[in-house]
């Protein structure tokens, strides 16, 4: 079975000199599944998903909260969050602020980098 849906079915995509793939997805009209497509997915084994066009992670990961920003430049404020974030992080244990900014700083420099 291909993993590509019938023509009629296909999301408009467009591609520039780039080789950047864009994604137009509109949210008033989501694509749907066909019944059989989601027993191929739920049938699908892990070492079975094609992971090649993922961009290969290098360095990264998580760092010691330290190594991220001196505790001398934070700033108190009050930030809601939604409450399965809270307790995740809480579930961490001690420090989870900490875990909660470092983050937030993790995702502000993959942004900075995106652009």
Do not use: C
């Not at 079975?1 to 467009?14: A, D, V, Y």
């Not at 864009?22 to 694509?31: E, G, K």
């Not at 974030?85 to 909660?100: E, K, N, P, V």
Request: glycine share 4%; hydrophobic share 35%.
């Amino acid at each position: 079975m291909s993993g590509l849906s019938p023509p009629e079915r296909r999301i408009k995509m467009t591609m520039e000199s780039t080789d950047t793939v864009y994604f137009h997805l509109d949210p008033a009209n989501p694509p749907t599944m066909t019944e059989e497509e989601m027993q191929a997915l739920r049938d699908l084994r892990d070492d079975e998903i094609d992971f090649s066009d993922i961009p290969l992670q290098t360095g990264g990961g998580w760092r010691r909260i330290s190594e991220l920003v001196p505790a001398e430049n934070k700033q108190q404020i009050t930030l809601r969050l939604d409450a399965d974030l809270i307790a995740f992080f809480r579930s961490t244990g001690r420090r989870y602020q900490s875990r909660i900014n470092a983050a937030l700083r993790e995702y502000v420099t993959a942004q900075k980098k995106a652009v």
